[in-house]
């Protein structure tokens, strides 16, 4: 390994950059202007508390932020990036849950196991849990283990897309938005998918792809609201 490669893997400097990304983050926050759909989010969410929250990939940054206070925790996967991330998590009062693995289905590589067991005690504890809900290296396809976790746990799945009206967007696999300040800042909710307990494999199919519809519609009108590309309806 290189030194720049082992600097780069220190706890020093990961600490340092996990620190400086949730500050530069709660910057962008505290400076946007947020428009809110449906206003009434909160309201309708809190009786159905706690709830798992989904997001994709590359769209992900400023969801701490929607929490409110409630508890809520994330989940980081455990390779050395991920260490930055959740340091940063953590700065926003966000707790983790480490692992990842195939969330087509299989628990037993990378930790997936214990994070999908973690992920189910947090939510009995009355923790929300939020998670990015596409599989890795495929961006906006909905996995099928965020799907068995809402049926496991009884708990909704609530698709989220925040977006922000400036931004620099990436060239590589999930096109991440880097959010920026002084923005006009969008956060939608989209329609809640729950999973029947007895559900078959048609049925968890079937709720995937509600969920993956879902997702990215919200993820198109957050855009809409951020770039003013269509009427501003409810402000929050």
Known sequence: MGVLKRIARSR????????AAAEYLRLVWHTSRCVLEPADIYERMTPQLP??????????????FIRRGYPAKVLISRHRDG?????AAERLGVGTIRGSGDMGGRFDVKGGVGAFQAMLGTLQDGCTVA???????????AGIGIVK???????????????????????NWDRTAINLPFSRLA??????????????????????????????????RAYELADRRTGETTLG
Not at 83 to 87: K, L
Not at 198 to 214: C, F, H, I, K, V
């Open 83 to 87: 260490e930055i991330n959740a340091i």
């Open 51 to 64: 709830v798992i929250i989904a997001m994709w990939h590359g769209q992900h940054f400023l969801v701490p």
């Open 131 to 141: 998670l990015t809900a596409d599989v890795p290296k495929i961006s906006r396809v």
């Open 149 to 171: 976790l809402a049926q496991l746990s009884g708990r909704q799945i609530l698709p989220v897309a925040v977006a922000t009206g400036r931004r620099v967007v990436l060239d």
């Open 12 to 19: 020093l400097v990961q600490a340092t950059v996990g620190i």
């Open 187 to 220: 956060m939608v909710a989209g329609d809640a998918v729950t999973v029947p307990a007895d559900a078959d494999g048609a049925t968890l199919e079937n709720r995937r792809q509600s969920l993956e519809q879902s997702l990215n519609r919200a993820t198109v």
